[in-house]
């Protein structure tokens, strides 16, 4: 019985020192028992033994309390170090998309996230971080380091022997002399089996073909036939299709119904209005029978696609010399040449055998250095200096060097180049998921 009696007792006496430790463990703070956790942690890291310091900092991280952030940090690292084995990267990648998650979030973390991901070629993702972290701190940083990078891009793999400049999305490309039409990127919309085709626009375009002149949507079915005997036609935009019947060129509808007024020439519509020719002077007409800009004019300019017309502004032609005029009035000086605007950005214009660019109230906005030059579209503009184009930025800045024989503007994320190999897409990476019509 009192062999009994002390071994109740000794027991008693371990299960009161377990609980005395328990409670002399639990006693300490959350911050001590991080430090506690820190500490050996360090005593593994210092031996290159990083696969067991991670349970010790994950368990230190979780804990609420003044060393958390620290915690994580050295979590990091280590991640870091052991990301050859499978899993940590994800781990790493993982905290760092918890705290950007964090209301408080400050800018070095995005930019931590951003740089590892260039790190490893995923650009993608790091723009999209970089864009996230700019609409939640705002940092200069974040921007700089998103404008030092937003350039990046991919060449395309499809060759033609010609490309257009893109419009809606999708761009009129040859292939053998025949003519169709690709995605912004280059994969095939319309093959290229016509004699002619134009630009897409209400879910169609206008092609030529064994002397027929019909409309084929984006499955290459054909969805209506012009009658009439014609000669050539124009691009299609604004639901308009400049056709040449009789000598005179005519606006014809999607579905052929065409209008009775007649021109010498007429460009592509844009914006409602488009540059046309009468009695041997130009001027800007509209959808019907308004002219925005009397035809009195030596000329209009137009891009490659026969456009004249965006954000109110149009470059009219007289004699040798270039003028701006927006809402009817002359905006500037002179210029030797110049491109139409697009929908955003800066209008390249030639002065004293340079280019240059100016905004819609006549103002040059970077000097007249280039060769040659278009105008922006998607916050760049194709540039030449000597025999190659690159890309500058709104900044006049060139974000893309200059390698290609030529180039055209950015649509869609793309635009197409001329390569040692053939017409090509470049595509920015940052737009790599596609454009969908």
Same mark, same amino acid.
């Given at each position: ?10 027991? /008693? ?39 067991? !310091?991670?349970?010790?900092?994950? =368990?230190?991280? /979780? ?18 170090? %052991? ?58 940083? %974040? ?21 257009? !400049? ?10 053998? /002399?025949?003519? *169709?039409? !690709? ?35 984006? =499955? ?112 500037? =000086? ?27 109230? *006549? ?17 760049? !503009? ?20 200059? =390698? ?34």
């Amino acid at each position: 019985m009192k062999v009994y009696t002390r071994i109740l007792i000794g027991a /008693g006496c371990v299960a009161l020192l377990a609980i005395s430790w328990f409670l002399a463990v639990n006693s300490k703070s959350s911050a001590e028992k991080q430090l506690e956790l820190l500490a050996q942690a360090a005593e593994y890291i210092n031996s290159g033994i990083y696969i067991r !310091a991670v349970p010790l900092l994950e =368990e230190a991280a /979780g804990i609420n309390a003044a060393h958390t952030q620290v915690a994580e940090e050295e979590l990091k690292k280590v991640y870091i170090a %052991l990301s050859g084995s499978r899993g940590f990267s994800r781990r790493y990648t993982g905290l760092l998309e918890r705290q950007m998650g964090r209301r408080d979030a400050k800018p070095d973390v995005f930019a931590e996230a951003a740089e590892y991901y260039l790190g490893i070629s995923r650009i993608q993702e790091a723009l999209t971080v970089l864009k996230t972290g700019i609409e939640r701190t705002g940092s200069a940083e %974040l921007v700089q380091m998103y404008e030092n990078n937003r350039y990046a891009y991919e060449t395309n793999r499809a060759i033609f022997d010609y490309i257009s !400049a893109i419009f809606g999305a999708t761009a009129q490309v040859e292939r053998d /002399g025949l003519w *169709g039409l !690709a995605r912004a990127g280059g994969a095939m919309l319309i093959p290229c089996e016509y004699d002619m085709i134009s630009t897409y626009n209400v879910d169609r375009a206008i092609v030529a073909k064994g002397g027929e002149i019909y409309a084929v949507d984006r =499955e290459n079915n054909r969805v209506a036939l012009l009658r009439e005997q014609a000669s050539d036609f124009g691009n299609f935009a604004d639901n308009r299709i400049p056709i040449c019947i009789d000598g005179s060129w005519r606006r014809a509808s999607g579905e052929f119904i065409i209008g009775s007024a007649a021109f010498e020439e007429i460009g592509t519509y844009s914006g409602g209005y488009a540059a046309a020719k009468v009695d041997g002077k130009w001027g800007v007409i509209g959808l019907g029978t308004d002219w925005l800009i009397p035809p009195v004019y030596d000329g209009i300019i137009q891009d490659e696609l026969g456009r004249c017309y965006s954000r109110g502004a149009v470059f009219i032609q007289s004699g040798d010399s270039v003028y701006l005029f927006a809402g009817g009035s002359q905006i500037g =000086e002179a210029y030797e040449d110049a491109r139409p605007f697009s929908n955003e950005g800066y209008a390249a214009v030639k002065r004293y055998g340079k280019w240059g660019f100016i905004d819609l109230d *006549g103002r040059v906005v970077i000097s007249f250095a280039f060769d040659d030059a278009l105008s922006f579209g998607q916050h760049l !503009a194709a540039v030449k200096l000597g025999d190659y184009w690159g890309y500058i930025s709104l900044s006049g800045r060139i974000v893309i060097h200059p =390698e290609f024989l030529e180039a055209k503007s950015f649509s869609s994320g793309s635009a197409p180049v001329l390569t040692a190999r053939g017409w090509q897409f470049i595509t920015l990476v940052e737009y790599k998921r596609g454009v969908s019509l």
